[in-house]
């Protein structure tokens, strides 16, 4: 689906909320075959769940646009959708990776700001908890996956 710029537009809306409405359905089928076989500990399935649910309402591909998912996402995400035009990186199936990327530059720059002494007791708390992020990341990529797929099929 081609976002309307306009983000008052009917159309553009309907569009943010089928996105919404298909990854959430996608993950209810998905977590529904997951109870028969439990791999995951609670804490791995909690992360998995509220990073899925960041990436189908604010991470999502579309945010490389003026779209409601950027809008949502505020100042922090205005360089990048200027940087990027739509359907660009983020649409491709490793444009989580982009999002992801960017966020790690944006909070090292930040820390940078404030106080650059942070900056590697940052970098040790992330590989401290890196199996936890790992599944972060499968929660933001599925979502987006998904998303993608969505567009490519409509
Ligand atoms: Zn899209």
Known sequence: MYENNNVGNVTYMTNY??????????????????????????????????????????????????????????????????????????????????IILYILIILSLIIIIFDPSYLFPFYNTLLTYKNEIVYAVIGIFLSNFFHIVTDFLS
């Open 17 to 98: 909320i089928n996105h919404i409405i298909i990854n959430f359905a996608l993950v209810l089928i998905l977590l529904f075959f997951y109870q028969q076989n439990t791999f995951l500990s609670n804490t791995q399935l909690g992360i998995f769940i509220i990073t899925y649910f960041i990436g189908t309402v604010f991470l999502t591909p579309d945010i490389d646009t003026r779209s409601e998912p950027s809008r949502r996402c505020g100042v922090l995400f205005k360089p990048y959708t200027i940087m990027s035009h739509h359907r660009g990186q983020t649409h491709k199936w490793y444009g989580s990776f982009f």
